[in-house]
């Protein structure tokens, strides 16, 4: 191991303490009050240096109630159980820790104590049977970080039917520290030996009534044995290393996910078995057991080899496959798949889509929400996951639609547009009616490419609406290339109601020029109105310029002698702009075809 | 690239959440919370009886929430083991954790204290009538200087045999023994029994065995085996065994056996080693007297091993092993998994070499090991069984040869080096004279020029 050299056990306080006794908290000394109960003991040097050690030990093992392994806190404590736990084994050698009901002691002197047994790192390991902890000098980094998380679990109540800390500790297998256990409990002594007198216990023996009956119960070695005729010669044959490298990999952690496979068969066989029917819960909670291993392992490979096994026994069996299929895979699993797929890979994996097809129950809201929580820019995987998902779920992600802004309702609209055309098409106006600009202008778009009718009509008329010039713009070059004739009325008001800045410059004389493509002859008649010399109210109001220059782009439109006469008469009375406006728009008339305005 | 610690950070937090999956919550918090009920109500009704006869209606409904909860725990656990140890109270091994306010009227370890009992196992449900008496007699102060012996007779008497009642238990303290490695290996062995008798205690009963008590045994018989000839010390042992464990504890150790010589880590070791005495759990379900045909005795064991939660790799292959071990290494449904391979092995000899009632073995270790030799590629994995034959030798443990000088010997070892595959330590059975020898004589076959002529199959 390795670390910068710790303070000296007197930083945190320089007195000698009896066990139990409280520390003074200073600042940085300990984390609450609470911790300055686990106060340093231990008189001499070595036994503060092992108090620091083990303290440090216990505090970060039990730090993991409060905190995240990531947690900065914890690199804080880990590093400095490091560096405590290293300073003691370079500067005294051996630290053998002599595990007591609230205390440990190094060579009889007490160096922790801790009354608090939710919180003393002693109670815990005595109440497991462990004895004696030896940390031998050679103890590197990685066996002192797996004694942490031995402690940590045990801090943080976690039970396994599998391990206590003793076999967790034997587990470990560690090189650089020691074990002495007992079994955790003995009767008394006084009464023991009156016991003992009494009626002596056969350690081999039953140990109670179950285990008696067990002993008790007649029993005879009746098994088939398996009928080999056939001998072979009996060779020693010694074995490279490298054949049992293969033993070893199939031992190994990388070998877990194809047992889990294996697993997933037998189970899905068992189902099918007419004289031992596994129970189906029993079955789905293994199942569940191993799709989340699969997935904390981002195994998903294999997790679809699961679900086909699964899937293929059911239908062997005859078992329903949704609760099945539900316990290998749900959107959780999904979720993890999608958080695993690197950021440049543009192809949702088949597997995710196999998974995502065989998954019961309802995908779409979690996508949905996978995709809001993505800003509506999600992982190509969701989007293409979402095609598949939100089909024939129109009323669904309008629901979600409507509740939307922003890049999200934008990239609904664009899944909705995608999947359900029609639905699109129908919600088109409303979104027109109260979207933001950018939303407006993807719907516009999707009007332009969608076959044309009388939805898309109504919504470019709706959109004529819009305070957005671009996609008043963009709508009106629809509807006239659609000679929409419903949208002249919507046009023409518009028109009438047009102020504000820019207006007459930029769309009157398109408003204009639209009316006369979509109803040539109301149109005129509106023309020959406008072109009329303004009175001296005309040539204040704003509105009445608009008209005329709408009206000269609508009659360049319309070529005939009447044209170009209303259009002289608009250039003599008009101000300098106009004047050229109208006079652009002759020139156009008279060449006979009025091309459309930009 | 992380540095050290945050390396550190990462594998603490992959290791946490390896061990939360491993957990099984629902029944932790089952056992805590019942438990909780029975040791509260059981305090409670003694706490009453002092101030209320036994026969007042005050006690009709905690006597019958007590029997309930008891019932339910039972139905859960089997035998429900309430014990006092020093001022906490353990169900079956889990501490129970009670409200601080509630905690100081806890007395029930006093209750049972002053009859010198720590602990009460239920290994059957309690009637009304029974509950009453048990509160009675514990509530009465000893009048013996055997109170405890005196408290279990009066229990008898009143028809509760069914009751165990444990000495006054504490933490064992510094400096008594530790279960080192320096254990006597038979005593190890011996000692299997018990917690195999537990396993199958519960299988009987259709609860879920657990594996802790096996594994600890299992650690300890790894640590014990070490460096000795662990087979040939099974096999002395094996007749020391009650019958019932004997083929699960020398499977047991067989597997242990090739396992180790596979090259397996000692923690996979004791993951195979529970998954070896776990093999015929299938042969148990229903009971004693109940009867499961040897066909469907793997699959018929899946049920109750299931119910264990929580993802373990020692459980996921135990299943497996559980489940395959009875299929050959060429099964048309996939190569069975490794511990399934191994157990086969191991199970397969010790069937074709273990007494049967009124007889011998089926055929002797030698022509046992011979005939499983021809079988490796086909019934089993050819680099295990080589492995299992490079340990055994040509005359496994149990062999008895005659020899070309005219000795009878029983074969007491397994393979000790290279030089000794074909030549084990034996026993003399009888001299070239034909006269057994008066002490124990040992013939070590790989030291001289003895030679086996024929190979005994050994009797009844």
Same mark, same amino acid.
């Given at each position: 191991?390795?670390?910068?050299?710790?303070?000296?056990?007197?930083?945190?306080?320089?007195?000698?303490?009896?066990?139990?006794?409280?520390?003074?908290?200073?600042?940085?000394?300990?984390?609450?009050?609470?911790?300055?109960?686990?106060?340093?003991?231990?008189?001499?040097?070595?036994?503060?240096?092992?108090?620091?050690?083990?303290?440090?030990?216990?505090?970060?093992?039990?730090?993991?109630?409060?905190?995240d392994a990531g947690?900065?806190?914890?690199?804080?404590?880990?590093?400095?159980?490091?560096?405590?736990?290293?300073?003691?084994?370079?500067?005294?050698?051996?630290?053998?820790?002599?595990?007591?009901?609230?205390?440990?002691?190094?060579?009889?002197?007490?160096?922790?104590?801790?009354?608090?047994?939710?919180?003393?790192?002693?109670?815990?390991?005595?109440?497991?049977?462990?004895?004696?902890?030896?940390?031998?000098?050679?103890?590197?980094?990685?066996?002192?970080?797996?004694?942490?998380g031995?402690?940590?679990i045990?801090?943080?109540?976690i039970?396994t039917q599998e391990d206590?800390?003793?076999?967790?500790?034997?587990r470990?297998?560690?090189?650089?520290?020691?074990?002495?256990?007992?079994?955790?409990?003995?009767?008394?002594?006084?009464?023991?030996?009156?016991?003992?007198?009494?009626?002596?216990?056969?350690?081999?023996?039953?140990?109670?009534?179950?285990?008696?009956?067990?002993?008790?119960?007649?029993?005879?070695?009746?098994?088939?044995?398996?009928?080999?005729?056939?001998?072979?010669?009996?060779?020693?044959?010694?074995?490279?290393?490298?054949?049992?490298?293969r033993?070893a990999r199939e031992d190994g952690p990388e070998s877990l996910p194809a047992d889990c496979l294996r697993l997933a068969r037998e189970l899905a066989a068992a189902l099918a078995?007419?004289?031992?029917?596994l129970a189906l819960a029993d079955v789905t909670a293994t199942l569940r057991e191993v799709r989340d291993y699969l997935v904390g392992e981002e195994r998903f490979d294999t997790l679809v080899e699961v679900v086909r096994a699964v899937a293929a026994g059911a239908a062997a069996s005859?078992a329903r496959p949704e609760p099945l299929l539900a316990a290998c895979v749900d959107a959780d699993t999904l979720k993890r798949f999608i958080a695993s797929i690197p950021a440049?890979v543009?192809e949702a994996p088949p597997a995710l889509l196999e998974l995502a097809s065989l998954v019961p129950g309802d995908l779409?809201?979690p996508l949905?929400d996978l995709?809001?929580?993505?800003?509506?820019?999600?992982a190509p995987a969701v989007?293409q996951l979402?095609?598949v998902q939100?089909?024939?779920?129109?009323?669904?992600?309008?629901?979600?639609?409507?509740?939307?802004?922003?890049?999200?309702?934008?990239?609904?609209?664009?899944?909705?547009?995608?999947?359900?055309?029609?639905?699109?098409?129908?919600?088109?106006?409303?979104?027109?009616?109260?979207?933001?600009?950018?939303?407006?202008?993807?719907?516009?778009?999707?009007?332009?490419?969608?076959?044309?009718?009388?939805?898309?009509?109504?919504?470019?008329?709706?959109?004529?609406?819009?305070?957005?010039?671009?996609?008043?713009?963009?709508?009106?070059?629809?509807?006239?290339?659609?000679?929409?004739?419903?949208?002249?009325?919507?046009?023409?008001?518009?028109?009438?109601?047009?102020?504000?800045?820019?207006?007459?410059?930029?769309?009157?004389?398109?408003?204009?020029?639209?009316?006369?493509?979509?109803?040539?002859?109301?149109?005129?008649?509106?023309?020959?109105?406008?072109?009329?010399?303004?009175?001296?109210?005309?040539?204040?109001?704003?509105?009445?310029?608009?008209?005329?220059?709408?009206?000269?782009?609508?009659?360049?439109?319309?070529?005939?002698?009447?044209?170009?006469?209303?259009?002289?008469?608009?250039?003599?009375?008009?101000?300098?702009?106009?004047?050229?406006?109208?006079?652009?728009?002759?020139?156009?008339?008279?060449?006979?075809?009025?091309?459309?305005?930009? | 690239?992380?540095?050290?610690?945050?390396?550190?950070?990462q594998r603490l937090a992959h290791l946490l959440a390896q061990a939360r999956a491993e957990e099984d919550r629902e029944?932790?918090?089952?056992?805590?919370?019942?438990?909780?009920?029975?040791?509260?109500?059981?305090?409670?009704?003694?706490?009453?009886?002092?101030?209320?006869?036994?026969?007042?209606?005050?006690?009709?409904?905690?006597?019958?929430?007590?029997?309930?909860?008891?019932?339910?725990?039972?139905?859960?656990?089997?035998?429900?083991?309430?014990?006092?140890?020093?001022?906490?109270?353990?169900?079956?091994?889990?501490?129970?954790?009670?409200?601080?306010?509630?905690?100081?009227?806890?007395?029930?370890?006093?209750?049972?204290?002053?009859?010198?009992?720590?602990?009460?196992?239920?290994?059957?449900?309690?009637?009304?009538?029974?509950?009453?008496?048990?509160?009675?007699?514990?509530?009465?102060?000893?009048?013996?200087?055997?109170?405890?012996?005196?408290?279990?007779?009066?229990?008898?008497?009143?028809?509760?045999?069914?009751?165990?009642?444990?000495?006054?238990?504490?933490?064992?303290?510094?400096?008594?023994?530790?279960?080192?490695?320096?254990?006597?290996?038979?005593?190890?062995?011996?000692?299997?029994?018990?917690?195999?008798?537990?396993?199958?205690?519960?299988?009987?009963?259709?609860?879920?065995?657990?594996p802790?008590?096996?594994?600890?045994?299992?650690?300890?018989?790894?640590?014990?085996?070490?460096?000795?000839?662990?087979?040939?010390?099974?096999?002395?042992?094996?007749?020391?065994?009650?019958?019932?464990?004997?083929?699960?504890?020398?499977?047991?150790?067989?597997?242990?056996?090739?396992?180790?010589?596979?090259?397996?880590?000692?923690a996979s070791?004791?993951d195979l &080693?529970v998954a070896?005495?776990?093999?015929? #759990?299938? =042969?148990?379900? +229903?009971?004693?007297?109940? @009867? !499961?045909?040897?066909? %469907?005795?793997?699959?018929?064991?899946l049920?109750?091993l299931l119910r264990q939660r929580g993802f373990h790799r020692a459980k996921l292959r135990r299943l497996l092993a559980v489940s395959e071990?009875?299929?050959?290494?060429?099964?048309?449904g996939g190569v069975p998994s490794l511990y399934a391979?191994?157990?086969?092995?191991?199970?397969?000899?010790?069937?074709?070499?273990?007494?049967?009632?009124?007889?011998?073995?089926?055929?002797?270790?030698?022509?046992?090991?011979?005939?499983?030799?021809?079988?490796?590629?086909?019934?089993?994995?050819?680099?295990?069984?080589?492995?299992?034959?490079?340990?055994? &030798?040509?005359?496994?443990?149990?062999?008895? #040869?005659? =020899?070309?000088? +005219?000795?009878?010997?029983? @074969? !007491?070892?397994?393979? %000790?080096?290279?030089?000794?595959?074909?030549?084990?330590?034996?026993?003399?059975?009888?001299?070239?004279?034909?006269?057994?020898?008066?002490?124990?004589?040992?013939?070590?076959?790989?030291?001289?020029?003895?030679?086996?002529?024929?190979?005994?199959?050994?009797?009844?």
């Amino acid at each position: 191991m390795s670390g910068a050299p710790p303070p000296s056990g007197s930083d945190r306080d320089d007195r000698d303490l009896l066990p139990g006794q409280a520390a003074p908290a200073t600042p940085g000394a300990a984390e609450t009050v609470e911790d300055a109960i686990e106060a340093q003991a231990g008189r001499s040097a070595r036994g503060k240096a092992a108090s620091d050690a083990l303290r440090a030990l216990a505090h970060t093992a039990r730090s993991f109630v409060l905190y995240d392994a990531g947690n900065e806190r914890i690199r804080g404590f880990l590093q400095e159980v490091r560096d405590r736990v290293e300073h003691f084994l370079r500067t005294y050698g051996e630290l053998v820790v002599e595990v007591r009901p609230w205390e440990l002691a190094v060579d009889g002197e007490v160096v922790y104590s801790e009354p608090d047994r939710e919180r003393s790192l002693a109670f815990r390991l005595y109440r497991d049977g462990v004895r004696r902890l030896t940390f031998h000098p050679e103890l590197d980094w990685s066996e002192l970080v797996t004694l942490v998380g031995i402690m940590s679990i045990r801090y943080k109540g976690i039970r396994t039917q599998e391990d206590d800390i003793v076999t967790l500790l034997w587990r470990a297998g560690f090189s650089g520290i020691e074990m002495a256990a007992v079994e955790g409990l003995v009767a008394s002594e006084e009464d023991a030996t009156r016991d003992d007198t009494e009626n002596p216990r056969d350690p081999f023996g039953p140990q109670n009534a179950a285990q008696a009956a067990i002993f008790a119960a007649p029993y005879a070695f009746d098994y088939p044995w398996p009928t080999f005729a056939e001998r072979a010669v009996v060779e020693l044959r010694p074995l490279a290393p490298g054949l049992l490298e293969r033993i070893a990999r199939e031992d190994g952690p990388e070998s877990l996910p194809a047992d889990c496979l294996r697993l997933a068969r037998e189970l899905a066989a068992a189902l099918a078995d007419r004289d031992d029917p596994l129970a189906l819960a029993d079955v789905t909670a293994t199942l569940r057991e191993v799709r989340d291993y699969l997935v904390g392992e981002e195994r998903f490979d294999t997790l679809v080899e699961v679900v086909r096994a699964v899937a293929a026994g059911a239908a062997a069996s005859g078992a329903r496959p949704e609760p099945l299929l539900a316990a290998c895979v749900d959107a959780d699993t999904l979720k993890r798949f999608i958080a695993s797929i690197p950021a440049d890979v543009a192809e949702a994996p088949p597997a995710l889509l196999e998974l995502a097809s065989l998954v019961p129950g309802d995908l779409l809201t979690p996508l949905l929400d996978l995709f809001e929580a993505a800003d509506g820019r999600p992982a190509p995987a969701v989007l293409q996951l979402l095609a598949v998902q939100a089909r024939g779920q129109a009323p669904r992600l309008l629901g979600r639609l409507r509740q939307a802004s922003g890049p999200v309702a934008l990239g609904l609209f664009r899944l909705l547009a995608q999947v359900d055309g029609a639905a699109a098409a129908g919600a088109a106006a409303e979104l027109l009616g109260r979207g933001a600009a950018d939303l407006q202008l993807d719907v516009v778009a999707f009007c332009e490419r969608t076959p044309y009718g009388p939805k898309i009509g109504r919504a470019l008329v709706v959109a004529l609406e819009s305070e957005s010039a671009a996609v008043r713009a963009r709508a009106l070059a629809v509807l006239v290339r659609q000679r929409e004739r419903r949208a002249f009325e919507p046009l023409l008001e518009r028109l009438k109601r047009g102020t504000g800045s820019g207006f007459a410059e930029t769309e009157a004389p398109a408003l204009g020029e639209a009316l006369a493509r979509l109803d040539p002859e109301r149109a005129m008649e509106l023309f020959r109105e406008w072109a009329k010399p303004p009175g001296l109210l005309g040539r204040i109001v704003p509105g009445q310029t608009m008209f005329r220059w709408a009206a000269a782009s609508g009659l360049a439109a319309l070529p005939g002698p009447e044209s170009e006469e209303l259009l002289e008469r608009l250039a003599r009375g008009a101000s300098e702009e106009l004047r050229r406006h109208a006079e652009a728009a002759l020139a156009r008339a008279r060449r006979g075809a009025g091309k459309p305005h930009a | 690239m992380p540095d050290a610690i945050e390396a550190a950070q990462q594998r603490l937090a992959h290791l946490l959440a390896q061990a939360r999956a491993e957990e099984d919550r629902e029944l932790a918090i089952a056992v805590r919370e019942q438990g909780a009920q029975v040791a509260h109500l059981l305090n409670g009704l003694l706490r009453m009886a002092r101030t209320h006869a036994l026969n007042n209606t005050a006690f009709d409904d905690p006597v019958r929430e007590f029997g309930a909860a008891l019932f339910r725990l039972q139905d859960l656990l089997g035998p429900v083991s309430l014990q006092c140890v020093e001022k906490h109270i353990y169900v079956n091994d889990l501490r129970l954790r009670f409200d601080k306010i509630l905690e100081p009227s806890i007395s029930l370890g006093d209750d049972l204290k002053k009859h010198g009992v720590g602990g009460i196992t239920f290994n059957e449900p309690l009637s009304g009538d029974e509950i009453r008496a048990l509160i009675r007699l514990v509530y009465a102060p000893p009048t013996s200087d055997q109170p405890r012996a005196e408290l279990l007779a009066a229990l008898a008497a009143a028809g509760m045999r069914s009751l165990q009642l444990h000495p006054v238990f504490r933490y064992r303290i510094s400096g008594e023994d530790y279960l080192a490695p320096s254990l006597e290996f038979a005593d190890v062995y011996r000692s299997g029994a018990v917690a195999i008798a537990t396993v199958f205690a519960a299988v009987s009963a259709g609860r879920l065995p657990s594996p802790l008590p096996v594994r600890r045994v299992i650690q300890q018989l790894i640590d014990a085996s070490r460096g000795r000839d662990a087979v040939a010390e099974a096999v002395a042992a094996d007749p020391s065994l009650p019958p019932f464990a004997r083929h699960t504890m020398m499977v047991t150790m067989l597997s242990l056996l090739i396992g180790r010589g596979a090259g397996l880590a000692d923690a996979s070791l004791a993951d195979l &080693g529970v998954a070896a005495a776990f093999h015929d #759990l299938g =042969l148990r379900v +229903g009971g004693p007297g109940a @009867s !499961v045909p040897f066909a %469907r005795h793997t699959r018929s064991g899946l049920p109750v091993l299931l119910r264990q939660r929580g993802f373990h790799r020692a459980k996921l292959r135990r299943l497996l092993a559980v489940s395959e071990h009875g299929r050959d290494a060429t099964d048309r449904g996939g190569v069975p998994s490794l511990y399934a391979r191994v157990i086969r092995i191991a199970d397969d000899y010790d069937i074709l070499t273990r007494p049967r009632a009124g007889r011998g073995p089926i055929v002797s270790t030698p022509d046992a090991i011979a005939r499983m030799a021809a079988q490796g590629g086909k019934a089993y994995d050819p680099l295990l069984l080589q492995v299992f034959v490079n340990l055994i &030798g040509r005359f496994p443990p149990g062999a008895v #040869l005659r =020899l070309a000088d +005219g000795h009878v010997v029983l @074969s !007491v070892s397994s393979v %000790r080096s290279p030089q000794t595959f074909a030549g084990p330590l034996c026993r003399v059975l009888q001299r070239p004279d034909g006269v057994a020898p008066a002490q124990a004589a040992f013939l070590d076959l790989a030291a001289g020029t003895a030679k086996v002529v024929k190979v005994h199959l050994p009797t009844a």
